[in-house]
Each structure stands twice: as structure tokens, then as C-alpha cells.
């Protein structure tokens, strides 16, 4: 028991910095901002340090900000690759909220995708609205069940969910890689480990083709967004979500209560795992059409940033997804317009966990943005 102790201590930690409890608005928006301004301001600094010269600092910016939200072509791209991270991440937040930590939405996307993927070649016949809607269902069901094994594991043997989610997300690299080259899924007439084409009944429909056919936004981002609605009300307007809650805040009362936290631990993961899968369905029914190694291009991991920048509120996980997403969007545009590294943008997205991380720190640099309160 002396060792569980500070290992339950520390974990309880962690995710009172994951979780905002108390300045709702403060925690959700005004921490966020502030640690965003500081990581593009150091991120700047770091360009300079590197013989960098500011003009194309200035420049670089200024790129990240048009190819972002400078056109509507612009705004289509931070959108569509907001989404994917948007759902995973929020997987990742009900997880934090429960007091678990998620580390496997990479493969529960991976998995989810897969599922996708194959119901949406394999499928035929069916009209378009059936078959998508399929599709999702058979991603969100098998990254449920992927979520919900680690679940499993933990509350049947007392598993940590960091080293079993960390070991399926493994399993799901090398389980991709076999099933991309097994005659039933890969591409006839391809050596190279690449599915077949998805069938276009199965695509998400483009929701902005009027205006260009071009731009690529689809329905996933409107179903992202119901779904951020959807888990903020099971949290916050559900008993099943007030368990979580009083699960991930102080699970020894919570069992004293009588509530059943083997259970709640499942469903937790099945729920993440569901989200995650329909990321990974998203991925492949909105923009690749196919899938072929790394197709989930660490999203599950930018989705743990997401999580914490959103502290763990499904409406702050939305706009740091759309954050993540503009910087993604705008990363491709500042290397092109200013020949400065995308890997820039990495490195303003470790900063921003870094401040994220230390919310202490951030009210120490700009003690004037909170009230009294707060800085205690």
C-alpha cells in the first residue's frame, strides 16, 4: 500500500491539472488564450534565436493567420482538420473527467478507421445515408470495444489504463499493417500496404460544394460539433455523467456511494474508444478515401494536447481543436509563403502543454488577467 499511495496521489494531481472544477470562463478561454499568446510569442524568439530574420517572422504570421482563417478556402481546411482531433480529444477529456488517462485514441482511431474502411468498400448496394451512417457505426463500435478492453483489464485486474492503452495502441499499428495486406482489403494489383477505395456512397458529403467544389469541410465536423454538445450534456446534465465526474474527482467516496466504478471504468473507455473510431472514420469517409500506413497521422496524440488545452470541458475541447486545426491549416502556408520548418508549429504545440501543464505559471506571468481568487 506504500507504494500506491504516492502513485494514486500523483495521478490525482495530474488530472486536477487536465480538469477545470471551479472559473469556468477563466479556466475554459482565459488560460488558453494567454498560453497560446505566450507559446507564438516564444515560438517567434525560437525562429529569431535561429537566424531567422524578422521580416520573415513577420511574414511567417502572417501566413499562419491567412492560411488558416484568411479565406474561405482557408477556413474549410482549419475546419476539416479540426475535426478528427476535435472527436478524439474529446474521448481523451471524458476520460480525464472520470480519472482515467486515455493514451489510446491513436489506436482507437486506427482501429476505427480500419472499420471504416472496410465497410465502406466491402458494403455495396446500399444509398448514401445508410452506408455512411454504417460506416460510422462500425468505427465507433470497434473503437468502443477497443477503448473498452482496456477498461476491462483495469477493472478486472487492476491494470493501469497508461500501459494497456500504450500496448494496444502498438497491437493496432502492426494489426493495420497485416490487414493492409491481405488480399480481401488491399488494393488488387498493389504491392504496397493500401486499402481498396472506399465507395463514393459511403463518403461524407461535402457541406460546402455550392459555394466551391473544392473545398473539402464535410459532415463530420457538423457531427463533431453535435457530439460536443452531446457529451456535455451527458457530464453535466445526466446521473451516468455525474458518476463519472464524482468517479474521476474522489473514487473512494464514489464507491462508498454505491456507485459501480469496474463499470464505470468500462464505459468510460468504450465511450473514448467510440469517439476515437469515429476520428479514425472521419480520417477515411471525409478526406483519404482509402487507408494506407499512419493514415491516422498522430492525431490520438495531438488529441491528448487538445484535451488538456481544452481542460477537459467538451466546449473548450472544441476550440482547441479548431485552434489545433488553424495551426495545422496555417502551418502548410507559413512553410510555403516563408520557407520557415512546419516543425515550428510542433514546437508551439509542446509549448502550449507545457504552459497548459503549469496553470500556476501562466497566472504568475499575467496576474492582472484574474481576479483574486484565482491566484490563490
Known sequence: MSEAGPATNLQG????????????????????????????VLGGLIMLATGIAPSRIGIAFAALFTGSVGSIGALSETLTAATPVTLAALGVALAFRAGLFNIGAEGQILMGGMAATIVGFAVTGLPPLLHVTLALLAAALVGALWGALAGWLKAATGAHEVITTIMLNLISFRLVDYLLRTPPVQ??????????????????????????????????????????????????????????????????????????????????????????????????????????????????????????????????????????????????????????????????????????????????????????????
Open 13 to 40: 494531481d495530474l488530472l486536477k491539472r487536465a480538469v477545470t472544477t471551479r472559473n469556468d470562463v477563466e479556466e475554459i478561454f482565459l488560460v488558453p488564450v494567454l498560453v497560446v499568446a505566450v507559446a507564438i
Open 187 to 376: 488494393r488488387a494489383g498493389r504491392a504496397d500496404p493500401i486499402s481498396e477505395t472506399i465507395l463514393p456512397s459511403a463518403e461524407l458529403p461535402r457541406i460546402l460544394t455550392a459555394i466551391d467544389p473544392n473545398l473539402r469541410i464535410h459532415a463530420g465536423f457538423l457531427i463533431a460539433v453535435v457530439l460536443v454538445f452531446a457529451i456535455h450534456f451527458l457530464l453535466f446534465r445526466t446521473t451516468r455523467g455525474f458518476e463519472f465526474r464524482a468517479a474521476g474527482l474522489n473514487p473512494d467516496a464514489a464507491r462508498y456511494a454505491g456507485m459501480r466504478s469496474g463499470l464505470i471504468v468500462v464505459i468510460v473507455m468504450a465511450i473514448a474508444g467510440g469517439l476515437a473510431g469515429l476520428a479514425g472514420a472521419n480520417q477515411i469517409l471525409g478526406v483519404l478515401d482509402r487507408a494506407s500506413p499512419g493514415f491516422s497521422s498522430n492525431i490520438g496524440f495531438d488529441a491528448i494536447a487538445v484535451a488538456l488545452l481544452g481542460r477537459s470541458h467538451p466546449v473548450g475541447v472544441l476550440f482547441a481543436g479548431l485552434l489545433f486545426g488553424a495551426l495545422e491549416a496555417g502551418g502548410r502556408q507559413m512553410q510555403v509563403s516563408a520557407a520557415v520548418s512546419i516543425d515550428l508549429i510542433a514546437i508551439i504545440q509542446a509549448l502550449i502543454i507545457v504552459f497548459i501543464a503549469a496553470p500556476a505559471l501562466v497566472r504568475f506571468l499575467f496576474p492582472f488577467a484574474f481576479g483574486k481568487e484565482a491566484r490563490r
